[in-house]
């Protein structure tokens, strides 16, 4: 692990392929299950948005919830019908003039809530009003983007190669983006693996070709950005344990063959 800020981690992921390290982002995006409001009943809305409209802002909003607490409705005990293992309940009562925001969902379950009570839904002018309830559900983002777990990205690992008698280092430092590159020891080092892009040219141009920034494919550098209740590193894992049972499951089909 290399940083964790808020909801964002990077990590270095080595001795790997872009086949392994793609898969891995792709079940980060698509794969780990996440809670997201899936139907609604409208008892009255009288706004200036139709109710697909409102749906579809509500069923955007990522909800905080403990994964361990829920199952996918595929996998509970009621079949699907829907119960506290499987779904959450939210309840919105409002009257204009006001701005109905998330805080104003109110949660069958005290654990779950969503992420933030800031997001807006719709602005209510005088008379007018709404009233629904919202069922929320597990599920992935491969079945629809509101389900999404995170945004995940990798990179190449860079190396910085320097010859030896190499001159122009102070230029290199000067000439990169800001706390890129610098001198230690006499000794260049990249500070920030994600300027090394911005350097690659620079660097060729100012050392006359002593110093060179070179990618290492089997090691990746990978930014996973939570935009779902989720914490990072759990989504990091999880989809870490999913890869591992995609894996036993095509061992045991291949036996089968």
């Given at each position: ?61 990522p909800l905080s919830f403990d994964p361990s607490k829920f199952n996918l409705h595929s996998e509970c005990k009621c079949n699907g019908k829907g119960c506290p293992s499987c779904e959450v309940v ?131 550098v990978f930014r996973v950005e939570s935009v779902s209740g989720l914490d990072p590193k759990y989504i990091i894992t999880q989809a870490a344990e999913i890869l591992l049972g995609k894996a036993k ?9």
């Open positions: 692990m290399l940083s964790k800020k808020n909801d964002t981690c990077i990590f270095l992921l080595e001795d790997t392929t872009p086949a392994f390290a793609n898969t891995l982002r792709r079940i980060m995006i698509s794969e780990v299950p996440t809670l997201a409001v899936e139907k609604i009943d409208f008892n009255d809305n009288t706004s200036a948005l139709f109710d697909e409209t409102v749906a579809h802002r509500i069923g955007g909003i939210f309840f919105i009562e409002k009257s204009g003039p006001g701005t109905v925001y998330s805080g104003d969902m109110k949660s069958s379950n005290r654990a779950v809530k969503p992420i933030s009570g800031d997001f807006p839904i719709v602005k209510l002018l005088k008379g007018q009003s709404l009233k629904l309830e919202a069922f929320a559900h597990l599920g992935t983002g491969k079945s629809h983007a509101k389900w999404q777990a995170s945004n995940a990205s990798y990179m190449y690992y860079p190396e910085l190669e320097v010859k030896k008698g190499a001159k122009n280092l102070e230029k290199v430092v000067k000439a990169c983006p800001n706390g890129a590159v610098a001198l230690k020891s006499r000794k260049l080092v990249l500070l920030d693996l994600f300027k090394a892009d911005e350097c690659k040219r620079i660097v060729d141009d100012v050392s006359d070709g002593d110093v060179t920034i070179k990618e290492d494919p089997t090691r990746f499951e095509f061992k045991t089909e291949l036996k089968n063959i």
